[in-house]
Nanobody, 129 residues
Framework: QVQLVESGGGLVQAGGSLRLSCTAS????????VGWFRQAPGNEREFVAS????????????YYPDSVKGRFTISRDNAKNTVYLQMNSLKPEDTAVYSC??????????????????WGQGTQVTVSS
């Protein structure tokens, strides 16, 4: 079983950047697909980014919704057993609790939070206008 811990959240002005980290323990994170989701008060959980399991012959394809495409980047650092979410050009509407999640293998629908088996506790991101 893998345990996930997020870090890197905080308060930032609109237009600023943050990098969130999702660090795994107990298992190697490179054997899991990883997704980032966010949830603001009163809103449903929203898909932010996902990255599949790296293969020897192919890097995993990241996925993003239109709301963050071009501003957010998900990446892996297998040596640190960590997945990052680089967030640039932040907007007030990006304010939410951000959580990372891991799924065994490569789920068919990585944008669906229900396919993920393990979750971190979340980290707050607040973007001021």
């Amino acid at each position: 079983q893998v345990q996930l811990v997020e870090s890197g959240g905080g308060l930032v002005q609109a237009g600023g950047s943050l990098r969130l980290s999702c660090t795994a323990s107990g298992r190697t994170i490179s054997t899991y697909s990883v997704g980032w989701f966010r949830q603001a008060p009163g809103n449903e959980r929203e898909f932010v980014a996902s990255i599949g399991v790296p293969l020897p012959w192919r890097d995993p394809t990241p996925y993003y919704p239109d709301s963050v495409k071009g501003r957010f980047t998900i990446s892996r650092d297998n040596a640190k057993n960590t997945v990052y979410l680089q967030m640039n050009s932040l907007k007030p509407e990006d304010t939410a609790v951000y959580s990372c999640a891991a799924a065994t293998g490569t789920p068919a629908r990585p944008t669906n939070w229900r396919v993920y088996d393990y979750w971190g506790q979340g980290t707050q991101v607040t973007v001021s206008s």
